[in-house]
């Protein structure tokens, strides 16, 4: 039986969702990127808010992975650099290459390091680096799964 090379997996995995993604914001066009459903009096998330997300916890996560070790999760510069990712629409360009940022960062990663643990920063919970890389890949296929829904309220079945 082969041998899984673990950060290869999740580097595939993070791509992979990236990909997906990125393909559902592309679609859409660029007056419903910032598009506000209403749901039961909730205005919700719009998809350039949620693709801005990913692009730029991405790019930290990857860092992250490349220095093997968590730096401050700094909560204004993520309000601000997301809100200028959306601003100048440049949120679909930063999510490729964030995720491709993250992706080589973990398939760089010592296999044997995924399983050592830190607190996460966002759940405060004992997280590996095997984990913290699956939470980066859930992340996207979440908010990818928002933003179809997102398309189906605004009437694309596609």
Not at 62 to 86: E, H, V
Request: with cysteine; proline share 6%.
């Amino acid at each position: 039986m082969p041998q899984l090379n673990l950060p290869a997996f999740l580097a595939q995995r993070l791509r992979a969702s990236g990909e997906a993604l990125y393909a559902a914001g592309a679609k859409m066009p660029p007056e419903r990127l910032s598009w506000h459903p209403v749901t039961e009096g909730n205005t919700g998330r719009d998809a350039a808010d949620q693709l801005a997300e990913c692009a730029y916890l991405n790019n930290w996560a990857a860092g992250a992975f490349r220095a093997g070790s968590l730096p401050a999760f700094d909560k204004d510069a993520y309000k601000a650099q997301t809100q200028a990712l959306k601003s100048s629409g440049e949120a679909l360009t930063q999510l490729q290459q964030g995720t491709e940022n993250l992706a080589a960062a973990v398939e760089a990663f010592p296999a044997e390091k995924l399983g050592e643990t830190f607190t996460s920063p966002f759940t405060q919970a004992p997280s590996t680096w095997a984990e913290f890389a699956h939470f980066f890949y859930w992340n996207n296929v979440y908010h990818e799964g928002q933003v179809n829904y997102i398309q189906v309220l605004y009437g694309d079945m596609s």
